[in-house]
T-cell receptor, first 115, second 112 residues
Framework: GAGVSQSPRYKVAKRGQDVALRCDPISGHVSLFWYQQALGQGPEFLTYFQNEAQLDKSGLPSDRFFAERPEGSVSTLKIQRTQQEDSAVYLC?????????????FGPGTRLLVL | GENVEQHPSTLSVQEGDSAVIKCTYSDSASNYFPWYKQELGKGPQLIIDIRSNVGEKKDQRIAVTLNKTAKHFSLHITETQPEDSAVYFCAASYIGNEKLTFGTGTRLTIIP
């Protein structure tokens, strides 16, 4: 079946530009996560949704980062006024239920390069 | 918050030999420990996980062991094959905290 999809796969932005990254979770999955993966590092948590509710945004590095999931399905991660340190792979993951410790299924990621 | 350390950062083994990757965690409340495999240009893929109510779990050539007292867990891959070459990440989480805290990864290379 279809997995988690993300678009675009690659994004080059000039410093100061705004970007929007899209995540399509597996159909019917309640939970959705965003992670940031710097080169050579493990993914780091950014934010978590259960349906349309953003339950945890403690990992967002600054107020330039904003995420939404208005209808409880597709999610968008927006980064305003991009900086070079925002360059990373942004991973989206979804899991079936709210029950804790369900398997998280990851998408292929969006590689963001800020020049 | 939780901190997960992973060793080694790189590992090369001959095809057919075994590979072992070790992780330690800091938060004694952690009770779920998944392992992910990440190939170049792809997202992490779950290969095995273990919960704190068991000490060992095995799935064909892959096994994970957990020592709650010492707060460490390990991934064991036996009879390694070229397709096992990838970056492996351990992670931890606990009830009430949905997010995963990942280790820094181990780049495993299988030498034919």
């Amino acid at each position: 079946g279809a997995g988690v999809s993300q678009s675009p796969r690659y994004k080059v932005a000039k410093r100061g530009q705004d970007v929007a990254l899209r995540c399509d979770p597996i159909s019917g999955h309640v939970s959705l996560f965003w992670y940031q993966q710097a080169l050579g590092q493990g993914p780091e948590f950014l934010t978590y949704f259960q349906n349309e509710a953003q339950l945890d945004k403690s990992g967002l590095p600054s107020d330039r980062f904003f995420a939404e999931r208005p209808e409880g399905s597709v999610s968008t991660l927006k980064i305003q006024r991009t900086q070079q340190e925002d360059s990373a792979v942004y991973l989206c993951a979804s899991s079936l239920l709210r029950r804790v410790q369900e398997t998280q299924y990851f998408g292929p990621g969006t590689r963001l390069l800020v020049l | 918050g939780e901190n997960v350390e992973q060793h080694p950062s790189t590992l090369s083994v001959q095809e057919g030999d075994s590979a072992v990757i070790k992780c330690t965690y800091s938060d004694s409340a952690s009770n779920y420990f998944p392992w992910y495999k990440q190939e170049l240009g792809k997202g992490p893929q779950l290969i095995i996980d273990i919960r704190s109510n068991v000490g060992e779990k095995k799935d064909q050539r892959i096994a994970v062991t957990l020592n709650k007292t010492a707060k460490h867990f390990s991934l064991h891959i036996t009879e390694t094959q070229p397709e096992d070459s990838a970056v492996y990440f351990c992670a931890a989480s606990y009830i009430g905290n949905e997010k995963l805290t990942f280790g820094t990864g181990t780049r495993l290379t299988i030498i034919p």
